[in-house]
């Protein structure tokens, strides 16, 4: 990259907003708030040589990082993150929380959905700056026809699990899709005392973080719980500094 394309990819970095911080090369870094060290390489299952699909993409961060280590093909879903006007939404969601009201979730994609998908902006030019051959994929992972999607080695579902109204139904379309792994990454549930105990806490407001999308955080045993239920035959929780994930086959 040359120094006056470092210029011109800087100016346009810094008229996206960006959710995930992505290293684009020759110094340019995506000032996401997830920042590049929130995921270390080592907790991620074996890439090399694999099919890789990236559940709830946004910018892309792990999709890009799927391909680092060597995938053979990434596909990178999304249609929420892309296509909803946060800003218009957010401003809905703050006016219901001031009234102590629900907000309507059906106007995301109604009132607040634009077509030209303006969000993948970001995923856009970091595909672009990093000549990359990620697929993506606008798609409602909840509702597209899976068998458009095919099998994938391994499947990466992070910080979704949370933001979906029905969580078993989700983890059973993610072990449809999944061919030897898939790595989970969710908002969990400690109860002092109750660590062995299966328990799912509800979010009907905006409890967490003042997000009005969050539904369901499980506990660590509700988790390994629902994995299995969904179908998966082996569960193991996988610690390391500063993220836990946990990792179905």
Partial sequence: MGELDRNELQEQVAGVDWYH???????VITP??????????ELFPEMSGRSV??????????AFRAERLGAARVAALDHYAWGVDFARREKYWEECAARGEQPDH????????????PRKRGFDLAHCALASKVEPVVAN??????????NFDVVLYLGVLYHVQEP?????????????VAMIETEALYVRGHGQERLIGFLPSDELRGDFGNWFIPSEAALHGLCRA??????????????TRTRVT
């Fill in 168 to 180: 078993l139904t989700a983890l059973r379309r993610v072990r449809q899709v999944t061919g030897r």
């Fill in 141 to 150: 992972f909840m509702t597209v026809d899976l068998s458009t999607l095919g």
């Fill in 32 to 41: 996401g708030a997830v920042k590049l060290d929130s995921l270390p390489d």
């Fill in 230 to 243: 969904a179908g998966f035959r082996r569960v193991e929780t996988v610690r390391g500094a500063p993220a």
């Fill in 106 to 117: 059906g106007r995301d994609e109604t009132d607040f959905w634009d077509p030209g998908l």
């Fill in 53 to 62: 699909l990236d559940i709830g993409t946004w910018d892309g961060a792990n």
């Fill in 21 to 27: 911080s992505i290293d684009l090369g020759d110094g």
